[in-house]
């Protein structure tokens, strides 16, 4: 099993930035990984990938202004949000995987931690 644990959520004023950690209890530089957002009251979304071979996707209300990145000698997983936006808020889960068709599969979830937007 992989073990997951979020941080870095805090309380951020509309424009500002900050950066969410996720690490891993073992190694996953060959799995997928993926940022899931849960707005309150909402479902959870995905809003960012990375692949083994470090391609990334992002959903468009992100695109540009996220970015996902991983350290794998750290077995870390980063989110970096920029001019962050009212309806980014909510809770941020990152999840492992492996890839099927093309698709990662998600195995593996962390407990998520919270953004709050001022």
Do not use: H
């Not at 941080?7 to 690490?23: D, F, I, K, M, W």
């Not at 979304?45 to 970015?67: C, H, K, N, P, W």
């Not at 195995?107 to 001022?118: C, D, N």
Request: hydrophobic content about 30%; aromatic content about 10%; charged content about 20%.
């Amino acid at each position: 099993d992989v073990q997951l644990v979020e941080s870095g959520g805090v309380a951020v004023q509309g424009g500002g930035s900050l950066r969410l950690s996720c690490t891993a209890s073992r190694t996953t530089y060959k799995r997928c990984m993926g940022w899931f957002r849960q707005p309150p009251g909402k479902e959870r979304e995905v809003i960012a990938q990375i692949g083994s071979d470090d391609r990334t996707m992002y959903v468009d209300s992100v695109l540009g202004r996220f970015t996902i990145s991983k350290d794998n000698a750290k077995n870390t997983l980063f989110l970096q949000m920029d001019n962050v936006k009212p309806e980014d808020a909510g809770t941020y889960f990152c999840a492992a995987g492996v890839s099927v068709g093309g698709k990662c599969s998600y195995v593996y979830w962390g407990q998520g931690t919270q953004v709050t937007v001022s």
